[in-house]
């Protein structure tokens, strides 16, 4: 198991400033949720910052909002994802659900075409993952998308070669049980992303850092523990857990970074050895 974070969390800054915080903190590597730097500048800066400070990229997610030049439909953005993901040496490139409500429609048929064209991008040395989608809006009407279904999803990444990566806080905003379905998406998960997430006034608040909210993730990470898995565990905070960016946003960024790995590697020391005090149960936040 492996412990990363996505550059998401302080969006707006370069790449190599979450690269540096996961080398000071002890992360394995970053998810890079591609944004300005990397849509307008290319591969090359990114390349330098990884090879100067020495972290690796584990993994490429589409952008967190619509950027100026970035393509509207599938097949145009998900090979471009895979492609940063090859050049930066990545594992794993993130694709999200199309929404449709007929598996004959021309929407699942372009989502289908995006995904060949992925795989094609990827020349075997990336594998595309499918992340579960949050439709507590959708659900609220009545009605869910055809890939809202677990089991769906689940069978439609196998049958397209597609690993699966888990949002938790998407399935908690859902009212999935949150451990049900990381066991359901066990043989195809690639990548999990950790995150908490709380119920205010009826209305979900999410990407939470993990223990500040209802989800049972310890439980969860101690299930993947036994299960063998070995892939990553991503952290994606929302950038408004940090608030005001400069050294202010930096160190609440440090400081919640490091209690979610100080939580990540406590529940994974439980579990590989119960009943025995962990050293890694100290927070960040609790050392004198």
Known sequence: ???????????????ATSLRLARDLGYDGVELALGPEALYLGE????????????PVLSVHPPFTSLPGWPRWPSQRLPRVVRMARALGAELAVTHTLNFYDPDSPRNAHLSQAIRLGHVAGEGRVALTIENSQYTSRLARGHMAYLDHTQRLINYARTRDCGLTYDTCHAGASHEDVLLTGELMRPLLRNV???????RDHRPRTHLTPGDGELPLRELLQRLVASGYTGLVTVELHPREIGWWGIGGYRRAERLLGRALAFMRRAVSEAAHPGEPSALAVEPSERG
């Open 44 to 55: 090359a800066p990114l390349l330098r910052a990884i090879e100067r400070i020495g972290v």
């Open 1 to 15: 198991m492996r412990y990363s974070f996505s550059t998401g969390t302080l969006y707006p800054l370069p790449l």
């Open 193 to 199: 992303h950790l995150n908490d997430m709380t119920w």
